[in-house]
C-alpha cells in the first residue's frame, strides 16, 4: 500500500506542489499525498492541490484554542490514513496533542539553517544579522518552535544586494529539493535517531549512504 502523505499549508503552496511533482515523477517511490489542509481560507496552496485532483480541506482557526483545533486537523488526517504529515509553509504552532499523535512522523520545513532564525520572517532574520549564508532545513517536529531533530539541510549563499525576497527565492530553490529528499529518507527509512543527531543509513542502491 502507497505511503499516505498529509500536507499542512497556510499560503502559496510551492512546497506541497514541488512534493506532488517530485511523487508524479517517481522520484519518492510509492507516496502518495492523500490530503492537503489549510488553517486559511482562500490558501493559494489549495487551490493548487484541486488543480493536481488531490483532496484538499479548508479548517478555520478562528475562535477554536489551540488543541481543539488540532484535535479537528488531527481526526481528518486519520480519516485519511495519514502516516506522515508535511508542514509546508504552515503557519500555526501545533499543540503538544498533536505532536504525540504523530510523534517522528511530522516534517516541516523551515528557510533559514536552524537553530539559526527560528519563526516568522526566518529570510529578512538572516539579512538583518548579517550572515554570508543561510538555507533551509528540514526537520522532526517536536513540541519546541522550528527546533526539533534536524534532517537535512541546504547553505545558500546570502549577496550583498540581496532583499528578503531575492534571498527567499535562492532559497526556496534549495527547499524543494531537499524536502523531497527528506520525505523519501523518512518512508524507506533510511535514517536512525541518536540523541538529537539524525544519521542516514545506506540504502541498497548506494551503499556508501548519501549525506547533503
Ligand atoms: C517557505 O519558504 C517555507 O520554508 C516557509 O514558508 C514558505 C512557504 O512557501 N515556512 C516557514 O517559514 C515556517 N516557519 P510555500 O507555501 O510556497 O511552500
Do not use: W
Not at 510523534?103 to 550572515?131: T, Y
Not at 539541510?153 to 540581496?162: K, T, W
Not at 529539493?177 to 541498497?204: D, K
Amino acid at each position: 500500500m502507497a505511503h499516505r502523505i498529509g500536507v499542512l499549508l497556510s499560503g502559496r503552496g510551492s512546497n506541497f506542489e514541488a512534493l506532488a511533482e517530485s511523487i508524479s515523477a517517481g522520484r519518492i517511490p510509492g507516496a502518495e499525498i492523500v490530503l492537503v489542509l489549510s488553517n486559511r481560507e482562500g490558501a493559494p496552496g489549495i487551490e493548487r492541490a484541486h488543480a493536481r485532483d488531490i483532496e484538499a480541506r479548508v479548517i478555520p482557526s478562528k475562535g477554536l484554542e489551540r488543541e481543539a483545533y488540532d484535535r479537528l486537523v488531527v481526526a481528518a488526517l486519520r480519516e485519511k490514513g495519514v502516516e506522515l504529515v508535511c508542514l509546508a509553509g504552515y503557519m500555526r504552532m501545533i499543540s503538544s496533542y498533536f505532536v504525540e499523535q504523530f510523534r517522528g512522523r511530522i516534517l516541516n520545513i523551515h528557510p533559514s539553517l536552524l537553530p539559526a532564525f527560528p519563526g516568522l520572517e526566518a529570510q529578512r532574520q538572516a539579512l538583518d544579522h548579517g550572515v554570508k549564508f543561510s538555507g533551509c532545513t528540514v526537520h522532526f517536529v517536536d513540541e519546541q518552535l522550528d527546533a526539533g531533530p534536524i534532517l537535512l539541510q541546504a547553505v545558500v549563499p546570502v549577496q550583498d544586494g540581496d532583499t528578503p525576497e531575492t534571498l527567499a527565492a535562492r532559497i526556496l530553490v534549495e527547499e524543494h529539493r531537499i524536502y523531497t529528499e527528506a520525505v523519501r529518507i523518512v518512508l524507506e527509512g533510511r535514517f536512525r535517531l541518536q540523541g538529537r543527531r539524525v544519521l542516514l543509513t545506506p540504502s541498497p542502491a548506494n551503499p556508501r549512504g548519501r549525506g547533503n
